[in-house]
């Protein structure tokens, strides 16, 4: 397992891993952004929705994440916090 630090404009998410999320983040984060823009594959969600839009949220990124990697070890939300986080994990803007 790996941590990477999604950093948002006030704050930090440091988010645990696994090693094969962690090593190609960006590219799940691309993956979700069209995923996100799409009207595609949303039916499991429907207890996450807030009428009729989705909240775009480090924890649907999340939920999202460990969705589309059925059966393999889950991404969890370790902190959240208004300090930079100051390691040398991988980062992300969100």
Excluded at 43 to 65: A, N
Excluded at 78 to 88: A, G, Q
Aim: hydrophobic content about 35%; some cysteine.
């Amino acid at each position: 397992m790996k941590y990477v630090i999604a950093q948002w404009t006030y704050y930090d998410d440091l988010l645990e891993c696994p090693d094969e999320i962690a090593d190609n983040i960006v590219k799940y984060q691309q993956k979700f952004d069209i995923w996100i823009n799409s009207l595609e594959d949303k039916e499991w969600l429907e207890d996450y929705t807030l009428g009729d839009y989705l909240p775009l949220t480090i924890e649907l990124f999340i939920k999202w994440i460990n969705h589309t990697n059925k059966n393999k070890e889950n991404v969890r939300l370790v902190n959240s916090t208004y300090d930079r986080i100051k390691e040398d994990y991988i980062k992300i803007w969100w």
